[in-house]
């Protein structure tokens, strides 16, 4: 039993690196062997809208949890691009869940998710305040908060509830953007009736730079 559990441990580790490796090397051949069929190709269509976009991304992906064929990993990508001639910079990290089978990934669920998007030379400094579960009907407080106040420029902010979390290509004129004195975005969000997840998109825009986040809240019961 206790060569079983090591065998497991050391087999899980060695998945883990080699993703960690393949995706940071972008081994694409390398990477499907990694997955089952079907888990391989819900993974691919994700990935390869990613990094049409960021080309340089960096990941590092450590486990939390390991326990028989289900684990927890912590993902954290950082990553840069270039739009309309300015350069923005892209820090995600996850909490995902991932079912195994003869050491592959047979399937995995996006527990957790923040991503922040900034152009590169914003003095801009964000403090997110919103919680990482919530009951389901519940209202809560989603908060981006400016924590050094830069001048008496007016900024500009909005949030959204994204309802088809499969198109999170959004442009400014969704979030309907309102002047506001520097201080942040604060809002209460109602959220859906049914246990699972809710996705939120909220941007502070500043005469010297943007802001830019996603999170996803888990809704439960």
Request: aromatic share 8%.
């Amino acid at each position: 039993m206790i060569n079983s559990a090591l065998s497991k441990n050391i087999n899980h580790k060695l998945l883990i690196n080699q993703l960690e490796v393949h995706l940071n090397q972008r081994k694409d051949n390398l990477l499907k062997n990694l997955f089952l069929q079907k888990s391989f190709i819900q993974f691919n269509k994700s990935y390869k809208s990613f990094r049409g976009k960021y080309k340089d991304a960096k990941w590092s992906i450590k486990t939390l949890i390991n326990d028989e064929n289900k684990s927890l990993l912590d993902i954290k990508i950082i990553s840069s691009r270039e739009i309309n001639d300015q350069i923005y910079n892209l820090y995600t990290k996850q909490t995902v869940e991932i079912d195994t089978y003869k050491n592959k990934i047979k399937g995995y669920k996006v527990i957790n998710e923040e991503s922040i998007l900034n152009s590169q030379e914003s003095p801009l400094i964000i403090k997110i305040v919103s919680p990482e579960k919530v009951l389901t009907g519940e209202k809560y407080e989603m908060n981006l908060i400016i924590e050094n106040p830069l001048d008496n420029s007016i900024t500009a902010s909005g949030i959204i509830v994204l309802k088809n979390e499969d198109n999170k290509n959004i442009s400014n004129d969704i979030f309907g953007l309102k002047p506001n004195k520097s201080g942040g975005l604060y809002k209460y969000i109602q959220a859906p009736l049914q246990p699972g997840y809710q996705t939120i998109s909220a941007i502070i825009t500043h005469p010297e730079g943007i802001y830019l986040i996603t999170k996803k809240i888990k809704v439960g019961l």
